[in-house]
């Protein structure tokens, strides 16, 4: 009941509606404040200097940014009051971030975005590494704290290795050298049959190396990053990169940790699931194929949220597998809040994201080990060590310039 002084309603408005129409405009009001409220409220879980957890703070001044700062009561250091937020070591404030936050959501490139919050595509792209990471820290303390349960599917997907931004350090190598070639200056003493000769050849090797990568990617092979994904009926879901190839019971239970003990789990029958299901008393029921399906046993919800996650993953245009646990967690918010207006489903993650302390720094934006196995990861830095790439490069566009390399 409302009375007429705290009602949101306008008289002339309020007698043209039932009582519970009108108890459900003032819910949904209180629901908006209350949101909006939390979005700008800050839990701060520990003193980033001493550590201890749910520190009472006084005011400290100003940094020399300007700032805000807090005092810690325990051990009387200051420190700025966004210390492990988004905002934290960030020249760009709420409301730029917050844009960000709309336009990622809306599946925007990194370029669009840069222009859009007016920023260089490179801060762009390090804005959104360090959201997604925010968010894979949310995503792993919303699934801790409630767990899968009830109905759940439970099946995995499978995304191409892809080093977008990374090439195979093969095929960079080659294409160094064309570009090399292709603006050598001819002089008298090399002709330019000889160069084009040359640029030929290279060629040639470039279109060997690509047709072998893509003759590597049928089947499930190693080369394909295997995605496991749970999802709740009619509730949240959580996926996350595991492995290169098949799953094994290792992966699974690693992924099956967000599931509750005693849930009924529905399979595709693959055994590597059998014994994780056991260890956490779980029943199931097996749906190996789409002609076995009936009205309760069947895995359309998880086969619903792929073709959702692939046409998703689309909009960003390829993501690199080393980042594809991050972009996992920003689809685990898309997929909680898919019904939900994009400007709420903004001020609901940046309400999920004051409650999360966390701090990420420049060294973390390429990361190596999403995948915990030490021999993948082996596989993996082998092929991914930007670093050593770049280092390579370097030295080979050296050697060229000397001219050791052309005889
Ligand atoms: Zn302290």
Known sequence: MTTAENSVLKPEYEKDLYEYQ???????YRDFVDLNQATNQRLIKYCPKCGVENPETTKGGNANSGKPMLRCCSCGKRFVYDSGMLTFYSHQDESQWADFIKETLSGTSIKDCAALI?????????????LMDFLNEAAKEDLEKSPLSNEIECDETYYHECHKGLKDRALADVEDRIYWYE??????????????????????????????????????????ACVVTSIERQGDAAVMATNMAKPTSD?????AAVI??????????????????????????????????????????????????????????GVSTIYLNRYAALFHFVHKYRDC????????????????QH?????????????????????????????DQRRSRKQMRTEMKRGSSFA
């Open 251 to 255: 992966d699974i239970r690693k992924a």
């Open 341 to 356: 207006d994009k400007q709420e489903m903004t001020l609901l993650i940046l309400k999920v994201l004051n409650r999360v």
């Open 118 to 130: 007016d920023v260089s595509e490179r801060t762009a792209f390090r804005m959104r590494h360090k």
């Open 359 to 387: 701090y990420f720094f420049d060294r973390m934006m390429y990361i190596k080990e999403i995948f915990a196995d030490p021999q993948v990861m082996e596989h993996r830095a082998s092929k991914v060590s930007i670093w």
């Open 22 to 28: 009108q108890n459900r405009i003032h819910q949904l």
């Open 260 to 317: 509750e003990d005693g849930s009924f789990v529905f399979i595709d029958g693959a055994t590597a699931y059998l014994s994780v299901l056991a260890e956490k008393n779980c029943n199931f029921s097996i749906c190996p194929s789409d002609e076995t399906y009936d009205a309760v046993n069947h895995l359309n919800t998880v086969n619903s949220l792929h073709s959702k996650m692939n046409e998703w993953m689309r909009r960003y245009r």
């Open 183 to 224: 603006n050598y200056p001819c002089t008298s003493e090399v002709s330019v049959e000889a160069v084009v000769k040359q640029i030929d050849e290279l060629q040639e090797e470039r279109d060997a190396i690509i047709a072998k990568q893509h003759e590597k990617k049928r089947g499930i092979s190693s080369d394909l």
